[in-house]
Antibody, heavy 120, light 108 residues
């Protein structure tokens, strides 16, 4: 069965960077895009961007351009999301999510989420 | 950027009642690329509907989606206890693939 397992919670200081991993299993990693979505406590969902694990091509929301980098390691079926220049407003649960079908963009499988806390 | 507005913000209903949730887009959503997700506290979202009206695998048929252009609706025909949750719409026709702010369906 499809599983996305994310790395554990992180606490970072303002100005630092964080790198969250998302290990995929149960399917061919390179065949389905991975998206990243975040959710501040008590708030709604915010789409950050997507990555094609086969080509490495990415697309980021303008809000995060210049601060976010999505990469992958195909040998271990793992996607990564790195966010730099962290500020308190970046405190949130970060989710990776796989598209349901290849060539589509709706998110059929989700990781369990990774809490990133930015605090001095 | 397409802005999605969901209404109402909170819907207070009893089990067995019908729920009608609205999602309105600031501009037309191409090819009805509109999805609905359900999220319960402490859990990741779950895909319910894609393409505005297609149910994802395993989603009960009491959930239905409709609409096109800028106006979309999620209907839950008869609320079950497990349906009380927050529901989000998302458009994926134009990057960024924005979400609406959510509608909370709670028990009256």
């Amino acid at each position: 069965q499809v599983q996305l397992v994310q790395s554990g919670a992180e606490v970072k200081k303002p100005g630092a960077s964080v790198k969250v991993s998302c290990k995929a299993s149960g399917y061919t990693f390179t065949s389905y895009d991975i998206n990243w979505v975040r959710q501040a406590t008590g708030q709604g969902l915010e789409w950050m961007g997507w990555m094609n694990p086969n080509s490495g091509n990415t697309g980021y929301a303008q809000k995060f351009q210049g601060r976010v980098t999505m990469t992958r390691n195909t040998s271990i079926s793992t996607a990564y999301m790195e966010l730099s220049s962290l500020r308190s407003e970046d405190t949130a649960v970060y989710y990776c999510a796989r598209v349901l079908y290849s060539g589509t963009s709706y998110l059929g499988y989700w990781g369990q989420g990774t809490l990133v806390t930015v605090s001095s | 950027e397409i802005v999605l507005t969901q209404s109402p913000g909170t819907l207070s209903l009893s089990p067995g009642e019908r729920a009608t949730l609205s999602c309105r887009a600031s501009q037309s959503v191409s090819s009805s690329y509109l999805a609905w997700y359900q999220q319960k506290p402490g859990q990741a979202p779950r895909l319910l509907i894609y393409g505005a009206s297609s149910r994802a695998t395993g989603i009960p048929d009491r959930f239905s989606g409709s609409g096109s252009g800028t106006d979309f609706t999620l209907t839950i025909s008869k609320l079950e206890p497990e349906d009380f949750a927050v529901y989000y719409c998302q458009q994926y026709g134009s990057s960024p693939f924005t979400f609406g702010p959510g509608t909370k369906v709670d028990i009256k």
